[in-house]
C-alpha cells in the first residue's frame, strides 16, 4: 500500500533539475523523490518538455557551428540520469540511492553523531552535501538552524517536528529561517536523506539556476 505524499518539491527545483544545473546532492535528492512520487514526476517531465521546445527552435532559428549538434547531443547525454520508479519490493532506498550507497540500508556505513543518531555522509561534489540520517525510535534530533537551506526526505518510519509530520517520501524544506526539533515516531526508526547547501547560499545559486530558463 502506498501512503500519501502530502511534502512535495517546489517547482524551482524541479525546473533547476530539468535544466541539470542543481549541485549533485540536490540531483540526488529530486531523484530519489522523482522515484516516489507521481505527482512530482509528472510536473518534472512537463519541465522537461519545456527543454525539449527549446532545443527544436534553437534548432530551427539559428545557425550554429559545425559539430554544435554533437556537442550538444554529448552534453545532453551526461545529463540527470533518468528516474526509474522505485522497486516494488519491501526496499527503503530507492533506486537512485541504492546506487551511492550499493545496496540497501544493510549497506549504509552509519557513523553516530550522539543521541543514538547516526548519518552517513553520500560522495557527491563539494557545491552541497548529501547525508542519510538514522533517528532511532522516538528519538530527538537536537534543535537546530540552519546555514542555508536544508531537504530532509523520510524514507522509513516518520519524523514529527514544529511544522509537520512527515511520512516516507514527504520532504520538508527548511531554510534560515527555522529552528526546529525533528521527533521519530515511537513506533518504528527513522531514516532520512538530508541534503544541504552550507556553505553556499541557495538563494544566491537560484539566479544561476535559472539561467537556461531566463534565456527564453
Ligand atoms: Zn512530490
Redesign the pocket.
Given at each position: 500500500m502506498k501512503n500519501e505524499?502530502k511534502?512535495?518539491?517546489t517547482d524551482d527545483l524541479l525546473m533547476a533539475y530539468a535544466a541539470g544545473n542543481l549541485p549533485e546532492a540536490f540531483d540526488l535528492m529530486v531523484a530519489t523523490?522523482?522515484s516516489?512520487?507521481?505527482?512530482?514526476?509528472a510536473?518534472a517531465e512537463s519541465f522537461d518538455a519545456v527543454g525539449g521546445c527549446v532545443l527544436q527552435e534553437q534548432d530551427a532559428s539559428a545557425s550554429m557551428s559545425d559539430g554544435s549538434l554533437a556537442a550538444t547531443m554529448a552534453l545532453i547525454a551526461q545529463g540527470a540520469p533518468k528516474v526509474k520508479p522505485a522497486h516494488p519490493s519491501c526496499a527503503v532506498l530507492p533506486t537512485p540511492l541504492q546506487d551511492y550507497v550499493g545496496g540497501d540500508v544493510n549497506a549504509i556505513k552509519w557513523k553516530p553523531v550522539g543521541m543514538g543518531v547516526k548519518q552517513a555522509i553520500l560522495p557527491t561534489t563539494s557545491e552541497a552535501t548529501a547525508r542519510l540520517l538514522f533517528i532511532p525510535a522516538g528519538a530527538a534530533v537536537p534543535d537546530h538552524s540552519h546555514k542555508g537551506i536544508e531537504l530532509t526526505m523520510v524514507l522509513q518510519g516518520a519524523f514529527s517536528d514544529e511544522i509537520d509530520r512527515f511520512d516516507r517520501?514527504d520532504?520538508e524544506i527548511a531554510d534560515q529561517s527555522i529552528h526546529h526539533t525533528p521527533t521519530a515516531d515511537i513506533s518504528e526508526d527513522c531514516i532520512c536523506l538530508a541534503v544541504t547547501d552550507a556553505p553556499l547560499k541557495f538563494s544566491k545559486l537560484m539566479p544561476r539556476l535559472f539561467q537556461p530558463f531566463l534565456r527564453i
Open positions: 505524499i511534502h512535495h518539491l523523490h522523482l516516489l512520487c507521481d505527482h512530482c514526476r510536473r517520501g520532504v
